[in-house]
């Protein structure tokens, strides 16, 4: 029986940073080892060639009565820059005070193993577990999955056979409270870039003759927000579903204190639309963010010159029923109808995915054909969470996005049991990212717990 928390070690250790073409040997230093993992396991490991980064598709055959669950998971991480913010260094693991520190420690390389090892222990007690489990694991998480989705159009017809797919790539509130996450937002990202006149210019020479571009893009930023922080774009909330009861009830169980939470962000004031506490506003309604904006001169002193271009990078989380391609539009329709004379528009359009909801038995609004399967995995799941972390679950949407979960939906027409694992201070795609062994150990007993309930339900 392997050592988990070694393992994790020798996983962060790989600098698997999808987005960096420097990082190759660290890419395939971390499909290796998990592949090799499985393999050790004795799953059937194909390790499947993409344009970019391999896709590890790990079997563990059985008779087709058997439930069948996928497990998802990426061996991709981001970027570790700033570095000089790190101790210890991103790829050198390191435990401190109950936490293992490194790059990919939360995200996605700790709960991932949380689900090999709960895997690996159910094996060891009963090497005949009557229950199918594929490993799914990609390597472009962090870069939009853009293989994904030909990956599941090619293996559709074998995928869809799953009963439901099983990950932990969403978060907990503290580390006694486990949340199931019922929803995640959609995204839609596109550049805009505003020119003006067709090079850099002296503002003494010219200024005041011509639209700035920083100025012109500093009034269309502004224009897309009310003052009380609504999206300012017609239609943008036309498709937006109410949200039902018991997900309000759910909330108010979580509790929340919102100066704790306007103390942790490091803000004196929050900024939500009117009606929307903020634990309602960030999980419940969708938004409109700038996520950076440029132009002109950036060095140290001055330099008096009207700049040629500006920009701006614009992200939409949409909740469920919203659609992205229909959001860009009418997003940009607002942005052509108000940008100033004088200067010219370009659109540069980036990654988009779908909003995705999965609403667990007994609800009000729970699918009358919901599979037995997911549901027997969401009852195995509430009664693992309530006897290894002595409450029961939260089931809660989340304000994150994993655009892949509502195209596995799409494509396989499979739901996904989300188990929550990492923690507000876990440091997700920031310096001194970590991991919490005390929540490591009870996800594998967790894990462990529900397959093992799936798989003694029974036949199909």
């Given at each position: 029986m392997f050592d988990p928390v070694e393992k994790l070690k020798e996983f962060i250790r790989q600098p698997s940073i999808s987005a960096d073409p420097k990082a190759k040997a660290g890419m395939k230093g971390a499909q290796e080892f998990v592949a090799g993992l499985l393999d050790s396991l004795g799953f059937a490991v194909e390790v499947v060639k993409t344009d970019l980064h391999p896709i590890i598709l790990a079997r563990r055959a059985g008779d087709s009565s058997w439930p069948h669950v996928i497990i998802y998971g990426h061996y991709?991480?981001?970027?570790?820059?700033?570095?000089?913010?790190?101790?210890?260094?991103?790829?050198?693991?390191?435990?401190?005070?109950?936490?293992?520190?490194?790059?990919?420690?939360?995200?996605?390389?700790?709960?991932?193993?949380?689900?090999?090892?709960?895997?690996?222990?159910?094996?060891?007690?009963?090497?005949?577990?009557?229950?199918?489990?594929?490993?799914?694991?990609?390597?472009?998480?962090?870069?939009?999955?853009?293989?994904?989705?030909?990956?599941?159009?090619?293996?559709?017809?074998?995928?869809?056979?799953?009963?439901?797919?099983?990950?932990?790539?969403?978060?907990?509130?503290?580390?006694?409270?486990?949340?199931?996450?019922?929803?995640?937002?959609?995204?839609?990202?596109?550049?805009?870039?505003?020119?003006?006149?067709?090079?850099?210019?002296?503002?003494?020479?010219?200024?005041?003759?011509?639209?700035?571009?920083?100025?012109a893009l500093a009034e269309i930023c502004a224009s897309l927000h009310t003052a009380d922080g609504r999206v300012n774009v017609p239609g943008f909330y036309d498709d937006v579903l109410d949200v039902h009861p018991w997900e309000r009830e759910e909330l108010k169980k979580l509790g929340g204190d919102e100066k704790a939470y306007a103390a942790f962000l490091g803000i004196d004031a929050f900024y939500t639309p009117t009606g929307f506490p903020p634990f309602e506003a960030v999980r419940f309604l969708p938004t409109l963010e700038f996520n950076g904006i440029g132009g002109g001169y950036q060095g140290e002193g001055t330099k008096t010159v009207i700049p040629s271009k500006a920009f701006v990078k614009i992200s939409c989380r949409l909740v469920p029923n919203q659609q992205p391609d229909k959001i860009k539009k009418l997003v940009m329709d607002a942005i052509c109808a108000r940008a100033p004379q004088g200067v010219k528009l370009e659109f540069i359009d980036q990654h988009k995915g779908d909003p995705y909801v999965v609403v667990p038995p007994g609800r009000s609004n729970t699918p009358k054909n919901q599979s037995a399967v997911l549901a027997q995995a969401f009852r195995a799941t509430d009664a693992a969470v309530t006897a290894i972390w002595g409450r029961p679950p939260l089931y809660l949407r989340e304000g994150g996005s994993i655009p892949i979960i509502a195209d596995i939906k799409r494509v396989l027409g499979l739901d996904s049991v989300l188990l929550g694992l990492f923690l507000p201070e876990d440091n997700l795609h920031a310096p001194n990212e970590s991991f919490k062994l005390s929540v490591m150990e009870k996800g594998i007993a967790t894990s462990q717990r529900i397959l093992a309930a799936v798989a003694a339900a029974g036949k199909r």
């Amino acid at each position: 029986m392997f050592d988990p928390v070694e393992k994790l070690k020798e996983f962060i250790r790989q600098p698997s940073i999808s987005a960096d073409p420097k990082a190759k040997a660290g890419m395939k230093g971390a499909q290796e080892f998990v592949a090799g993992l499985l393999d050790s396991l004795g799953f059937a490991v194909e390790v499947v060639k993409t344009d970019l980064h391999p896709i590890i598709l790990a079997r563990r055959a059985g008779d087709s009565s058997w439930p069948h669950v996928i497990i998802y998971g990426h061996y991709d991480v981001q970027p570790a820059d700033p570095l000089n913010l790190w101790a210890p260094a991103p790829f050198d693991p390191t435990i401190r005070d109950g936490r293992i520190y490194g790059r990919g420690a939360a995200d996605n390389k700790g709960p991932l193993m949380v689900h090999i090892s709960a895997v690996a222990r159910l094996l060891e007690e009963n090497p005949r577990l009557p229950l199918k489990i594929t490993f799914l694991i990609e390597g472009e998480e962090e870069m939009g999955s853009p293989s994904f989705g030909p990956f599941l159009e090619k293996y559709q017809d074998e995928l869809r056979r799953a009963d439901f797919v099983f990950l932990s790539d969403t978060g907990i509130p503290n580390e006694d409270q486990m949340v199931i996450t019922a929803g995640l937002r959609g995204l839609a990202l596109f550049d805009l870039e505003v020119t003006g006149a067709k090079g850099d210019l002296h503002s003494g020479l010219h200024g005041g003759v011509l639209r700035n571009p920083i100025q012109a893009l500093a009034e269309i930023c502004a224009s897309l927000h009310t003052a009380d922080g609504r999206v300012n774009v017609p239609g943008f909330y036309d498709d937006v579903l109410d949200v039902h009861p018991w997900e309000r009830e759910e909330l108010k169980k979580l509790g929340g204190d919102e100066k704790a939470y306007a103390a942790f962000l490091g803000i004196d004031a929050f900024y939500t639309p009117t009606g929307f506490p903020p634990f309602e506003a960030v999980r419940f309604l969708p938004t409109l963010e700038f996520n950076g904006i440029g132009g002109g001169y950036q060095g140290e002193g001055t330099k008096t010159v009207i700049p040629s271009k500006a920009f701006v990078k614009i992200s939409c989380r949409l909740v469920p029923n919203q659609q992205p391609d229909k959001i860009k539009k009418l997003v940009m329709d607002a942005i052509c109808a108000r940008a100033p004379q004088g200067v010219k528009l370009e659109f540069i359009d980036q990654h988009k995915g779908d909003p995705y909801v999965v609403v667990p038995p007994g609800r009000s609004n729970t699918p009358k054909n919901q599979s037995a399967v997911l549901a027997q995995a969401f009852r195995a799941t509430d009664a693992a969470v309530t006897a290894i972390w002595g409450r029961p679950p939260l089931y809660l949407r989340e304000g994150g996005s994993i655009p892949i979960i509502a195209d596995i939906k799409r494509v396989l027409g499979l739901d996904s049991v989300l188990l929550g694992l990492f923690l507000p201070e876990d440091n997700l795609h920031a310096p001194n990212e970590s991991f919490k062994l005390s929540v490591m150990e009870k996800g594998i007993a967790t894990s462990q717990r529900i397959l093992a309930a799936v798989a003694a339900a029974g036949k199909r």
